[in-house]
């Protein structure tokens, strides 16, 4: 079982972006071990989209996208959505720009991050680095 298991069913509580510091968190709190609170720390943020934001969000799962074990097509998809919000046609793949943050997603530098939804908002992002940390235990923001 992985740390992030604990966000299956998880309810998404708030999300907070900071823009100038090209950080965002988000706060969860997980039905399991007593209903422990959590937050999604994703730093050095590249690209961010939100969709379905309501008052009850519900976790499915939470996936990061990397080109391994073959799931580079997945990966290729989420990103362009991720960029230009559609999917992609044949010819899209191809673009120098896109084909650049693939690349660094590709070697590690970025991270693709995503959290699908039962029920409100799923997200997905490109970011630096993505952790979760207990709320209690997490810094505020300064």
Known sequence: MSLWDVLVEATIDSIHVFSIEKEIRIHVTSPWKGRKCYQIIAK??????????RLLNIVDRVNFLDVSNGQEVE?????????????????DLNSVDFLRKLDLVRTGKL??????????AAC???AESVVLEPLHAARLHT
């Open 44 to 53: 050095g943020v590249d690209n961010f989209a939100l969709n379905d934001m």
């Open 124 to 126: 997905i992002l490109l």
């Open 75 to 91: 990966t290729a998809h989420c990103l362009f959505f991720l960029m230009r919000g559609r999917d992609p046609q044949p010819d």
């Open 111 to 120: 991270v693709l991050f995503e959290i699908e939804a039962v029920y409100g």
